[in-house]
């Protein structure tokens, strides 16, 4: 008999081989290739009567609508079908398993599916792998436990997994039925859509508002400095709901007073410091390089994976930004693999211990940091992550950022001005950073610039002559359009998109919108299928998703584009993942809302096939659908314009897997392309 470890993918196992060292000869080592089982189609739960297109796929009805399976199939995914047997054979002579899948539950589920598909009944066993250093995976063997205490994320990622089935093919096929063009509804997808929607929507309705802000020129003793009118009071005339100024000629009357001899009202000097930021959730990485670098949500997932994989940080996928104390002693070793510049060395602490170590604060996982590993061979983009994963770990070690924070008061002509400014005292962290902050988290609005310009140090009572005054005319801005950085942000927090103060403290709490390890998929789902389009940085939506957002809101199906909904559902996932909610029970609550949502489907118009003929990449002059000839039923096909060839058409089936697309007879639908004449 022997001791089987299933790694969830080839590169992890030989890190386990060459972590474990000597010992991975008491061993047989193998591996998955992620998920190696996947979820039946429909047509696994559909009756024979069902007739069938010319690829032999049943056709889509809407009759046939909700299917619920009441037992769940999975089949081996054909390319993966050779190393199942491998991993069934193993298991025959095997007394122990252990599950090595990575330390999430989708790691859980898919060896743990494995191992029900083979009917495996040894003793089975977990090892949860932060890392793939020597280290790491040697302290992780010695740490094994029970794979059964992990059994409700299997259950979690099951309940999500069947959830997202349900309500994309019921609903996938009732708005396509129904429509006459192929749409897509997914449990997150379609909110994560609508979040775009409606940001542009918001954008294109935005009617800037002009207002006035007013600035005395003054002179002190010991320098110039500009300060802003501060009104006694803005709830009279002149200004809007939001106390901004909006009468010019007040501005002007106001800035004239800035003229002549006034005094300091009031100066205070605070010294203040600030520890450096908490090291990086895979959220919060995506987000700063979006920012910095323009890359996209799924390229920092695959190059943060790829840097576990070879082996110099720690678990990716992580929605934590906090780290367990006892990692504190692998301090010493981390600090000195890194390169930090020889003027900063003496300045790291390896002792010091940063709000960030905090086990109250860990989760499942713990933030991404460098493993102390050495590093060569690093691509353009691996070399970016990794040189933003180091310093915000090697920040946690440096010296506070410290400086005097100024504000005055003055009194001019019966008017009240204020200037604020800061004095660096020593940079500390921020010199690992060339002085600026190593998140970018601080204000990107202006506001931090105005707080950091100079202004002298004064005394209550002192002379101040005021050299003149100036009008800055502004507008009000509307929100910026979403990147990728900044819909992952929001995906994170959708606390933010909610206005009912209950549900926003809650979700704030608890709940995202997805989860850390399937944000970026979803957004590379939502511009395969052409509903966002990316302009430089910019995520836009599209007419076709637009049009499929106003259509669920139309019929009565909006908590289907709701993020509250679907964040609400991602916090009873967590129940289930906790062991506090029986994965039963979610499942089954999210089957009654899909019979519901697809009744709603059935009686309702079909308006969406008329918003859809312009999907954003395609053409407008897409014809009305009709009936397919070749599928008959309920399937249709429309007309629509080759995009190579001007004045060349051909006919899409809405069933985009039952034949190819058919050519062009003088405006009507004519044979599939292949076929003989």
Not at 90 to 114: M, S, W
Request: charge should be positive.
């Amino acid at each position: 008999m022997s001791t089987v470890i299933i790694a969830e993918k080839p590169s992890m196992a030989r890190a386990i081989r060459e972590g474990l060292g000597a010992a991975a000869s008491r061993y047989e080592i193998t591996n998955a290739f992620g998920h190696i089982l996947e979820q039946a189609e429909p047509d696994a739960y559909l009756p024979d009567s069902v007739p069938k297109t010319a690829k032999g796929k049943k056709v889509w009805r809407i009759e046939d609508l909700p299917i619920l399976p009441q037992e769940w199939i999975k089949f081996p995914k054909r390319e993966a079908k050779d190393q199942l047997k491998k991993i069934g054979a193993l298991l025959k002579q095997a007394d122990t398993v252990i599950n090595a899948g990575d330390p999430d539950r989708e790691g859980q589920l898919l060896i743990d599916e494995i191992l029900e598909h083979f009917r495996y009944r040894g003793r089975m066993q977990r090892v949860w792998l932060k890392a793939l250093d020597r280290e790491n995976v040697q302290r992780a063997f010695a740490a094994l436990e029970l794979n059964d205490k992990y059994r409700p994320l299997k259950d979690a990622a099951e309940a999500r997994s069947q959830s997202d089935w349900m309500v994309g093919m019921n609903l996938t096929r009732a708005v396509t039925v129904r429509s006459g063009d192929l749409f897509s509804i997914g449990r997150v997808q379609t909110p994560t859509l609508a979040l775009v929607v409606r940001r542009d929507l918001e954008i294109e309705n935005f009617r800037p508002t002009d207002y006035f802000e007013v600035f005395a020129e003054c002179r002190h003793a010991k320098g110039s400095f500009l300060a802003k009118w501060q009104p006694a009071s803005t709830d009279g005339q002149g200004f809007d709901t939001e106390g901004r100024l909006i009468d010019r000629a007040l501005a002007e009357r106001i800035a004239a007073k800035a003229t002549g001899t006034g005094q300091v009202a009031r100066f205070e000097v605070k010294e203040q410091k600030q520890s450096a930021p908490l090291p990086f959730s895979l959220s919060a990485l995506q987000k700063i390089a979006s920012s910095r670098y323009g890359l996209s949500a799924q390229q920092v997932l695959d190059t943060c994976q790829a840097l576990y994989e070879k082996k110099v940080t720690s678990y990716p996928r992580t929605d934590c930004r906090y780290l367990p104390e006892e990692q504190l002693a692998d301090a010493p070793k981390i600090l000195g693999s890194l390169p930090i510049p020889e003027g900063l060395r003496a300045l790291v602490n390896p002792r010091q211990k940063h709000a960030a170590w905090n086990n109250a604060k860990i989760t499942a996982h713990n933030a991404i940091v460098p493993t102390g590993e050495r590093v060569s061979g690093l691509s353009e983009v691996e070399a970016k992550i990794y040189d933003l994963i180091w310093k915000s770990y090697v920040a946690l070690f440096l010296p506070e950022y410290r400086y005097k924070a100024l504000s005055a008061l003055v009194e001019i002509n019966g008017e009240t001005w204020k200037a604020t400014g800061r004095q660096d005292l020593d940079l500390g962290w921020k010199k690992l950073y060339g002085g600026h902050a190593g998140d970018d988290e601080e204000e990107a609005d202006g506001s931090a610039d105005e707080s950091r310009a100079p202004i002298p140090v004064m005394q209550r009572g002192d002379a101040v002559a005021g050299e003149g005054g100036r009008v800055q005319a502004k507008q009000t801005k509307p929100p910026a359009h979403f990147t990728d950085g900044s819909l992952i942000d929001a995906m994170s927090n959708i606390h933010k998109f909610v206005t009912d103060p209950e549900a926003r403290a809650k979700l704030k709490e608890t709940s995202g919108l997805g989860t850390e390890a399937t944000r970026a998929s979803i957004l590379e789902t939502l511009l395969a299928r052409q509903y966002l389009q990316k302009k430089g940085k910019q995520l836009l939506s599209t007419p076709k998703g637009r049009a499929l957002i106003a259509y669920l809101e139309k019929q009565g199906l909006a908590e289907f584009a709701d993020p509250v909904t679907t964040a609400r559902w991602e916090d009873l996932l967590s129940g289930v993942a906790e062991g506090r909610i029986p994965a039963n029970r979610f499942v089954g609550a999210v089957a009654d809302r899909v019979k519901e949502a697809v009744a709603t489907m059935k009686t309702g118009s079909a308006a969406l096939a008329a918003q859809s003929q312009s999907n954003g990449k395609g053409n407008s002059k897409s014809g009305k659908a009709v009936t397919c000839p070749i599928c008959k039923g309920s399937a249709t096909v429309r007309r629509l314009e080759s995009k190579k060839k001007k004045g060349v058409f051909f006919w899409s089936c809405s069933d985009r897997d039952a034949h190819p697309l058919l050519a062009d007879d003088h405006g009507k639908p004519g044979k599939p392309f292949g076929a003989r004449a």
